[in-house]
């Protein structure tokens, strides 16, 4: 399997690594896109073919020792890298969490290209990174249909579906999932992030091979799930079934519904509860240390 890694230093104080994993050529598989990427504007960007990561390496005044791969959302056509990977970067590293944006290949029906991206960017901190000795936790986090990829990393997805290779093998510490796609039930599943991952000819069958709600098994890590009750884009049942499934397998697992808010507020100053999540994100993921030092 082809890998590579190139560091560049910026000038950001915050961000301060980017990292090239791999593209369509070295990685294990293609998406098969021909075109360039296209920036959609707001910091979106389709079309992705190479996989890359942003790193914000923690306030070493305020280092906890955690780190966590973001997984933006944008149904699979897209990554929304502003107000779903930066702007929660930024704030990450000023709370002493060392944070890595992930800018994912899109599927464009191969469901294993965004899976092993976001498997390698795990396995890439966990392993690779220069400041990993320092870390005692290492999390995926996720946004709609990045939450379905975030889920996907968590419970090994691609393990499950019989990939041996050494990203696949890798597991998160810990999980964040907002608002997100996990799934495949056709009552309930966001339609339109499974057309993209698999095509819209998909069978039933092939849809419960990539259902993360389906693969949940007693190595899946603690969870912390956050949902507006009033969203229309991916219903709010997703996180409540996901939640339950994690109680009934006494994984710890945190859910929070928020009235409103609709989908995919993100990082934006506009969600009225945001002081709320991230209240109740900060003291669960103390709580994560707490537990791991006992």
């Known amino acids: 399997m082809a890998f590579f890694a190139s560091l560049m230093m910026m000038n950001s104080q915050a961000q301060n690594i980017t990292v090239k994993l791999w593209d369509n050529t070295s990685a294990p598989h293609s998406n098969h896109l021909q075109v360039e990427e296209k920036d959609e504007g707001q910091e979106r960007i389709s079309y992705t073919t190479s996989a890359e990561l942003y790193i914000y390496e923690a306030d070493p005044a305020k280092a906890t020792g955690q780190a966590v791969v973001i997984c933006p959302g944008g149904g699979y056509f897209l990554v ?163 939640h339950a499934q994690l109680k009934a397998l006494n994984i710890p697992t945190e859910l929070h519904f928020f009235p409103t808010g609709g989908h995919g507020w993100g990082f934006n100053d506009s969600f009225e509860h945001k002081r709320e999540w991230q209240t109740l994100l900060s003291e669960w993921l103390k709580g994560l240390q707490t537990r791991k030092a006992k």
Request: charged share 20%.
């Open 80 to 242: 929304a890298m502003g107000h779903e990977g930066h702007q929660f970067a930024e704030w990450f590293a000023e709370q002493g969490i060392t944070a890595a944006v992930l800018k994912y290949r899109m599927p464009n029906g191969v469901a294993q290209v965004p899976m092993e991206d976001a498997a390698e960017a795990l396995r890439y901190m966990k392993q690779d990174y220069a400041g990993r000795k320092s870390l005692s936790q290492v999390g995926i986090m996720g946004f709609s249909a990045g939450g379905h990829l975030a889920a996907s990393t968590a419970v090994g997805m691609l393990a499950s579906n019989g990939e041996k290779s050494r990203h696949a093998k890798v597991r998160a510490d810990f999980a964040i999932l907002f608002y997100p796609v996990v799934t495949g039930n056709p009552a309930l599943a966001h339609k339109g992030s499974y057309d993209n991952l698999l095509g819209a000819d998909r069978s039933q069958e092939l849809t419960d091979r990539w259902d993360p709600n389906l693969k949940i098994n007693s190595k899946t890590p603690p969870t912390f799930l956050v949902h507006s009750s009033n969203d229309t884009g991916v219903n709010p049942q997703n996180s409540g079934d996901f």
